[in-house]
């Protein structure tokens, strides 16, 4: 199993409702994969450095996640389908990094 850390940009024209459906239909995409999901942080509603698809914003999402690398472009096939993500990014790590991230931590100051 290797280990990756996901960012997840979603649409900011969805309700909060179908924000979490599409953050438990990519949770649900790892399981499927025989994936765990180690962590888990909402970065919110925040400003993009530049427009994507006409959006200023989208929901961040963070995840750490252990799978077998070779699921990779299963994972990432669907992820292109869905006309709710607006971007993402799999970096693998040799050692996830301590929660909460430095994000998360400048927000709780």
Known sequence: ???????????????????????????????????????????????????????????YNYFQLEFDGNNMKKIQNNLNQNEKIVRHLFVKVEKHEELPTKILANEEK
């Open 1 to 59: 199993m290797n280990k990756f850390e996901a960012t997840i940009l979603i649409s900011p024209d969805i309700s909060n409702q179908i924000l979490d459906k599409e953050i438990d239909s990519f949770k649900s995409q790892i399981e499927s994969q025989k994936g765990k999901i180690i962590n888990h942080e909402n970065w919110g509603l925040r400003d993009l450095s530049y427009n994507i698809k006409d959006f200023k914003k989208a929901f």
